[in-house]
């Protein structure tokens, strides 16, 4: 029987580095290769001895060195490197060996890739790993797409490499061809609104609430103990606790530019494609947008102006908890957006999508992981037709319970002169949401005026055009 390795990986960046060292020492053999051949060697001179490796200085080489059926994980950039490396290796592999892409890629390429690579006889994996470097090292989320036999067969790896929730591991299949890397980019674009959220209660909190640092970073650690439990507040909490050579806050040295690689506006995209009201997400990616003209900023700032009087705050304590309540109700609309937008997506696509199974592989590793996600994987749970979050009984009853203060937060922020683009959407939504009727009769009516483009009634049944005036 061959001793050889069947599951490989390339590209040894420091995401590539960690996914083979935890590869190994979950005790799978792995090969690994990049195309700098000295990398490997410095790999191997580092880390070898935590696990069976096996090293290769060409991608021949590396090949060579793996059993079939082989599984080799490319963990390069996004894009034209993906199609380069798929290239390169095409002539190298046998029907059904399997190439796996662990990066970031838009999930329409690896339709193309499952696609192309399918009519040579080979199965391709699109595959969203989350959990940054550490998470890549000690257990990360992961969301595979593509054919379900070739996942199986390394099904043991990803379910040994994930991290594990209550003893589950967060790491399942998700659907066809490009459905992994959708699942990963929308987790991106909850990502995407849930920093925007708490950067709003952050701005709230010190520049309405008037409080210190070390109040800001006692609240978030206060919060963290509660609903809102969740990484990106244990972050925000250690964040808080960080200082500068000076003494200072390190946060306060920080330039407010928020830059983007390109998933939150993806998601945005392809929200806009699909008809669906991603508010949340698409705010929070104008909201990095706008921090970015700075330079712009900072002239407007001592040209136009804001509110011409100081609007009284009340009592501190029930402004943070307003704030905390505002931030709450606002992420439970950031996710069920998502999950609308995975439900568009999957009717597009014809994927089967789960979304109880998606929010326990989000229960750990992933940057969204978050107590909270066990509410949802319970929800889907008891209604696995549940067509928005928020008519689930817990939820319903939470934003009831968040409503007033939420209301208070955004209305005091607008007084102020504070901008708030993820939780005045979210309200927004939540308000078009729960409306019956809303003025788009009025639109429909213009639009039929201007253009004849038709319209129906709420009398009778038909498309009608309209001699207006």
Not at 18 to 25: G, I, Q, Y
Not at 59 to 74: N, Q
Not at 306 to 334: C, F, H, M, W
Not at 456 to 466: L, N, P, V, Y
Request: net charge negative; with cysteine; glycine share 10%.
């Amino acid at each position: 029987m061959s001793q050889l390795p069947h599951f490989g990986l390339t590209g040894l960046a420091v995401m590539g580095q960690n996914l083979a060292r935890n590869v190994a020492r979950n005790g799978f053999p792995i090969a690994v290769h990049n195309r700098t051949a000295s990398k490997v060697d410095e790999f191997l001179e580092a880390y070898g001895s935590e696990g069976p490796f096996t090293g290769a200085h060409t991608l021949t080489e590396f090949v060579e060195k793996l059993a079939a059926p082989r599984t080799i994980l490319i963990m390069v950039k996004a894009g034209g490197p993906v199609d380069a490396v798929i290239e390169e290796l095409v002539p190298l592999l046998a029907p059904g060996d399997t190439i796996v892409d662990g990066g970031n890629s838009h999930y329409a390429d690896t339709q193309r890739r499952c696609k192309y690579l399918e009519a040579k006889g080979l199965n391709f994996l699109g595959v969203g790993v989350s959990g940054g470097e550490e998470g890549a090292l000690n257990g990360p989320s992961i969301m595979p797409g593509g054919p379900q036999d070739a996942y199986d067969r390394i099904a043991p790896i990803f379910t040994a490499i994930s991290a594990k929730v209550d003893g589950v591991a967060c790491s399942a299949y998700i659907g066809a061809d490009g459905a992994g890397h959708y699942v990963k980019m929308v987790h991106n674009g909850i990502e995407y609104a849930d920093m925007q959220l708490i950067a709003e209660a952050y701005d709230l909190l010190k520049y309405v609430a008037g409080l210190s640092n070390e109040q800001i970073g006692a609240t978030f650690t206060e919060w963290n103990n509660g609903d809102l439990d969740s990484f990106l507040i244990d972050i925000t909490c250690k964040i808080f606790n960080t200082f500068d050579e000076d003494g200072g806050y390190l946060v306060d040295k920080v330039l407010d530019k928020a830059a983007q690689k390109g998933t939150g506006k993806w998601t945005s995209q392809l929200a806009l494609d699909l008809g669906v009201p991603t508010t949340a997400i698409t705010e929070a990616v104008f909201a990095r947008c706008l921090s970015f003209q700075k330079d712009e900023r900072v002239a407007a700032s001592t040209q136009l102006p804001g509110p011409s009087t100081t609007i009284e705050t009340g009592d501190t304590a029930q402004l943070v908890n307003d704030i905390r309540d505002a931030l709450y109700a606002s992420k439970i609309v950031a996710y069920a957006q998502g999950f609308v937008q995975l439900d568009a997506a999957a009717a597009e696509n014809g994927w089967t999508l789960d979304r109880g199974s998606i929010a326990t592989i989000w229960r750990g590793g992933c940057i969204i992981r978050a107590r909270f996600l066990n509410r949802i994987k319970e929800a889907y749970a008891v209604e696995p037709g549940l067509a928005n979050l928020m008519l689930d009984p817990y939820f319903k009853a939470e934003i009831g319970r968040c409503q007033s203060g939420w209301r208070r937060v955004v209305s005091l922020a607008a007084q102020q002169g504070i901008p708030v683009p993820a939780f005045g959407s979210s309200l927004s939504y939540y308000d078009g949401y729960r409306r019956a009727t809303l003025p788009a009769n009025l639109i429909q009516a213009q639009r039929d005026l201007f253009g004849a483009h038709t319209y129906e009634r709420t009398d009778k049944e038909g498309t009608f055009h309209s001699s207006w005036g």
